[in-house]
């Protein structure tokens, strides 16, 4: 039943990394997926430059859905620098175009400028007047790096989230994620902190005020935010259960999926209810993607 919010495949094959890694293809992503429960999956494709060693173009991700229409949902990813790096340029063009190929939403996000950089801003413009869901990642500096650009406790993005009220976010990245504990520092931002949640979480206060702020839960990044502390990641889960979506980030065929176990685990145990298990796993992703209720749809 559950719906991967986050996803990436090649449709065309392109050269692995230097260290030998690659995207799954389609047909292996299904092959690992499906029967883990995994009924459907967006596809967000890598076109930013920073964000993968060979940039992929957005008809290799409609090829995808094309070929699986009933597993592959697409996004659109779009480069706030397109078409002469300005500011000023209508990217609700490209966006309307792909909206009407199909596309749900843009992401993944990884153009290495600031969240108030005035291209990231023209992106998030136009994606609001789309009415269209962004999927970012979230990075500390400039170069060396992907991701858009944010301070430490996100002030960047707290702007951002008020000057754009009606755009839907969708955080991602050890640095968004690690905002999720009031003992955040310039040193741990980056990393994987295993030490229990503690109270005054920026991204917590966030999600409070701004129901438009919603968590991406892919990857060791999400993953490990509801899980370092289970307590508190129960907690967190029910207090937030319309704005967190599953995922994975599998971003090789060798990555591993231990959100499942731990969202399987901890409704069995009782520690979420089905309500909240249901609404994080596809619920809110149906209602997000503008998808018939999984009791409607053939299985």
């Known amino acids: 039943m559950l719906i991967d919010i986050h996803g990436h495949t090649i449709f065309f094959p392109i050269p692995p990394t230097e260290g030998g890694q690659r995207f799954a293809t389609p047909e292996e992503l299904m092959d690992m997926l499906k029967p883990k429960g995994v009924r459907a999956m967006v596809n967000l494709p890598s076109v930013n430059p920073e964000g993968a060693h060979v940039v ?3 008809e290799d991700a409609l090829a ?72 970012f990642h979230m990075a500390t500096k400039e170069g060396g790096t992907y991701g858009m650009i944010d301070h430490l406790h996100l002030p960047l993005l707290e702007a951002a989230l008020k000057k754009f009220p009606k755009l839907k976010f969708l955080g991602h990245s050890p640095v968004f994620w690690s905002e999720i504990s009031g003992d955040v520092t310039e040193e741990t931002r980056s990393g994987y902190p295993k030490e229990k949640v503690t109270e005054g979480g ?85 209602k997000l993607l503008g998808l018939p209720p999984s009791s409607h749809r053939e299985m």
């Not at 600031?114 to 609001?128: I, Y």
């Not at 993953?223 to 599953?246: H, I, K, W």
Request: hydrophobic share 35%; net charge negative.
């Open 64 to 135: 995808v859905t094309e070929r699986y229409p009933d597993f592959f949902i697409p996004f659109m990813n779009i480069d706030p620098r397109q078409q002469c790096n300005s500011p000023d340029y209508d990217l609700g063009y490209l966006m309307r175009y792909y909206k009407d190929h199909g596309c749900k939403g843009v992401g993944e996000v990884c153009a290495n400028i600031p969240v108030d950089d005035p291209r990231m801003e023209n992106l998030f413009k136009h994606a609001e007047a789309c009415d269209l869901p962004v999927t």
């Open 56 to 58: 992929q173009g957005m």
């Open 202 to 286: 920026t991204l917590v206060r966030l999600m409070r005020e701004h129901p438009m702020l919603c968590g991406d839960m892919s990857a060791g990044s999400g993953c490990n935010a509801v899980s370092r502390d289970p307590e508190f990641g129960y907690a967190f889960m029910t207090e937030f259960q319309d704005q967190l979506y599953f995922g994975l980030d599998i971003c090789d065929p060798k990555n591993k999926t231990p959100l499942i176990d731990f969202l399987n685990e901890a409704v069995e145990g009782g520690h979420i209810s089905r309500e909240v298990y249901e609404k994080i796993g596809w619920k809110n992703a149906e």
